[in-house]
C-alpha cells in the first residue's frame, strides 16, 4: 500500500479560481514534505519543502501547509493561471540514519487542468 | 548555473536491444539519482549514487544499471529492452543526497521501445 496518497487524482479548474490539494501520508518516522509541479513531459520542479516544525510554506501563488499530527498536508493554489496547468506531486522522506533518496514517498500526483 | 541535463531527450529501441542514458547533475552536486515514470506506477525509484557508490536501490530487475564517474555524471543502462520499459526515465540531483537539501530534476529522457 503507498504509504503517500494524494487527492483528488484530477481537478479542473477556471481560470483565476481558487483549489485545494490534498496529501495524507503514514510515513514515519518523518523528516520532510515537498510538493512538486510535473508540467507535461517535463521533469519535477520543487514548489515547497516542511519539515515537521513548519505548518505553512508559501512560494508565490502556492500555499503548502503541513499537519503533522495528523500527517495531512494540502497545497492551495490562489488565483490559478493556464500555467498552473501540471501534475502536483507530494513526496514524503522519511527519518533514518542516512539520507537516501530509497528513503522516499511519492504519491501519485493530481492532475491540475485550468480552462479559460 | 546550468541545470541537470539528461541526453537523449527522446529514444525509440527495439525489444531486445540495449540503451544508456546520461545525467550531468549540477555543479558541485554529488548525489544523482533515477526514476521510471510511468502513468499508472508515477514516480519508481530506480537507484541513487553518490560520489561513485551507489547507496540505495529501487526494486528493479538487474537490466537496470547505473554508475557514477568522478565528475558526478551518471549513466543508467537498460539490457534486452521490453515493452514495458516505456518511460519517462528522470534524474534528480542535490548536494548531499536528499534529506532537507534541495533536489533538482532533469527534464527526462523519453524512451519508447517497439
Known amino acids: 500500500k503507498n504509504q503517500v496518497e494524494q487527492s483528488p487524482q484530477s481537478l479542473i479548474i477556471l481560470e483565476g479560481k481558487n483549489c485545494t490539494l490534498q496529501?495524507?501520508?503514514?510515513?514515519?518516522?518523518?523528516?520532510?514534505l515537498r510538493w512538486y509541479k510535473q508540467d507535461t513531459g517535463r521533469g519535477p520542479v520543487s514548489l515547497t519543502i516542511?519539515?515537521?516544525?513548519?505548518n505553512t510554506k508559501s512560494n508565490g501563488r502556492y500555499t503548502a501547509t503541513l499537519d503533522a499530527d495528523t500527517k495531512q498536508s494540502s497545497l492551495h493554489i490562489t488565483a490559478s493561471q493556464l500555467s498552473d496547468s501540471a501534475s502536483y506531486i507530494c513526496?514524503?522522506?522519511?527519518?533514518?540514519?542516512?539520507?537516501?533518496?530509497?528513503?522516499?514517498?511519492f504519491g501519485a500526483g493530481t492532475q491540475v487542468v485550468v480552462t479559460p | 548555473k546550468a541545470g541537470v541535463t539528461q541526453t537523449p531527450r527522446y529514444l525509440i529501441k527495439t525489444r531486445g536491444q540495449q540503451v544508456t542514458l546520461s545525467c550531468s547533475p549540477i555543479s558541485g552536486h554529488r548525489s544523482v539519482s533515477w526514476y521510471q515514470q510511468t502513468p499508472g506506477q508515477g514516480l519508481q525509484f530506480l537507484f541513487e549514487?553518490?560520489?561513485?557508490?551507489?547507496?540505495n536501490k529501487g526494486n528493479f530487475p538487474g537490466r537496470f544499471s547505473g554508475r557514477q564517474f568522478s565528475n558526478s555524471r551518471s549513466e543508467m543502462n537498460v539490457s534486452t529492452l521490453e515493452l514495458g520499459d516505456s518511460a519517462l526515465y528522470l534524474c534528480?540531483?542535490?548536494?548531499?543526497?536528499?534529506?532537507?537539501?534541495?533536489?533538482?530534476f532533469g527534464q527526462g529522457t523519453r524512451l519508447t521501445v517497439v
Open positions: 513526496v514524503v522522506s522519511a527519518r533514518g540514519t542516512t539520507d537516501s533518496w530509497g528513503k522516499l514517498q
Open positions: 516542511m519539515t515537521f516544525s513548519e
Open positions: 549514487y553518490f560520489s561513485e557508490t551507489q547507496r
Open positions: 534528480a540531483s542535490s548536494s548531499s543526497g536528499f534529506g532537507n537539501t534541495e533536489a533538482f
Open positions: 496529501c495524507n501520508y503514514t510515513v514515519s518516522p518523518f523528516s520532510n
